[in-house]
């Protein structure tokens, strides 16, 4: 289930790149699909709406496979932490002991 949910989540993920690129750009000539020149099967402004409607169909698509992805992801069958206590290999030996009298001072 989660790998169709991940295959999914990026070919609608690079469908949306795809669109967004295709849009035409306000400010400059970063869009692919820009210019308007000519005679086509549909009008610049048809041609606008129509990516856009697709591109916001495909952002909420991309938005519930990441949902779908985090719940099933986030679904464990045993606990997190382990129940029994962790036993170290070796057993810890103390350091030598300080003299108890007082110290001089170094000089």
């Given at each position: 289930m989660q790998a169709i949910l991940l295959v999914v989540h990026l070919l609608i993920a690079?469908?949306?790149i795809g669109l967004?690129?295709?849009?035409?750009?306000?400010g400059g000539a970063l869009g692919i699909g820009g210019g308007g020149g000519?005679?086509?099967?549909m009008?610049?402004?048809?041609?606008?709406n129509f990516?856009?409607?697709?591109?916001?169909?495909?952002?909420?698509?991309?938005?519930?496979?990441?949902?779908?992805?985090t719940l099933v992801s986030g679904k464990r069958t045993g606990p997190i932490v382990p129940q029994t206590?962790?036993?170290s290999e070796a057993p810890v030996k103390p350091g030598p002991a300080k003299p108890?009298?007082?110290s001089a001072p170094v000089k």
């Amino acid at each position: 289930m989660q790998a169709i949910l991940l295959v999914v989540h990026l070919l609608i993920a690079l469908i949306m790149i795809g669109l967004i690129l295709l849009q035409r750009s306000e400010g400059g000539a970063l869009g692919i699909g820009g210019g308007g020149g000519g005679g086509g099967f549909m009008t610049g402004r048809a041609t606008a709406n129509f990516l856009t409607r697709a591109t916001a169909v495909l952002a909420a698509a991309f938005f519930l496979t990441s949902m779908s992805l985090t719940l099933v992801s986030g679904k464990r069958t045993g606990p997190i932490v382990p129940q029994t206590p962790v036993k170290s290999e070796a057993p810890v030996k103390p350091g030598p002991a300080k003299p108890a009298g007082p110290s001089a001072p170094v000089k």
